[in-house]
Antibody, heavy 120, light 107 residues
């Protein structure tokens, strides 16, 4: 059974940093692209970032480009999202999602999410 | 970037109804479209991939169609468990984009 477990969320002040982690199990992690999708309170889904299976390519939404960094450690079956220069509008539940292919595709599995709150 | 526009934003229906949700892409995405269902406090769940492919374990009352820029999700014979919010998503190219969502509520 595929499992994705996010961690690292919490309360942070504007301008601060956090690192989110997503520990994966139940599949061959190094075979699939991974992504982060967020959802602000009461709002819709917003794709944040994706990384190909070997980490060779990364993609970002314009809203986070230059502030967030996605990475993965295939030896630890974990994908990360480093959040820097956080703003109030980054407040959201951050979901980790597994794609169906090495470079992308739809998201067939999702974690439960981790809440990031940016507030002073 | 490819914009995805869903309609309606809210839909009221009764158990047993047939409902259709529409998603329009700002440019052709072939059939690189997925539909997700999300219930309050839960992660999204994929229903349909590649415009019309039914995800394993999803009831057959869910169906998807379309190609290019126009897509539909149809739920035949609504069940109580189907009242949720639905999102379309294009994965033709990065940045991946979602529609704004359609909230399906009980009439």
């Amino acid at each position: 059974e595929v499992q994705l477990l996010e961690s690292g969320g919490g309360l942070v002040q504007p301008g601060g940093s956090l690192r989110l982690s997503c520990a994966a199990s139940g599949f061959t992690f190094s075979t699939y692209a991974m992504s982060w999708v967020r959802q602000a309170p009461g709002k819709g889904l917003e794709w944040v970032s994706s990384i190909t299976n070997n980490g060779g390519n990364t993609y970002y939404a314009d809203s986070v480009k230059g502030r967030f960094t996605i990475s993965r450690d295939n030896s630890k079956n974990t994908v990360y999202l480093q959040l820097n220069s956080l703003r109030a509008e980054d407040t959201a539940v951050y979901y980790c999602a597994k794609a169906v292919a090495t470079t992308g595709g739809h998201f067939e599995n999702w974690g439960r999410g981790t809440l990031v709150t940016v507030s002073s | 970037d490819i914009q995805m526009t869903q309609s309606p934003s809210t839909l009221s229906a009764s158990v047993g109804d047939i409902v259709t949700i529409t998603c329009r892409a700002s440019q052709s995405i072939s059939t690189w479209l997925a539909w997700y269902q999300q219930k309050p406090g839960k992660a999204p769940k994929v229903l349909i991939f590649k415009a019309s492919g039914l995800e394993s374990g999803v009831p057959s009352r869910f169906s998807g169609s379309g190609s290019g820029t126009e897509f539909t999700l149809t739920i035949s014979s609504l069940q109580p468990d189907d009242f949720a919010t639905y999102y379309c998503q294009q994965y033709h190219s990065y940045p991946v984009t979602f529609g704004q969502g359609t909230k399906l509520q009980i009439k």
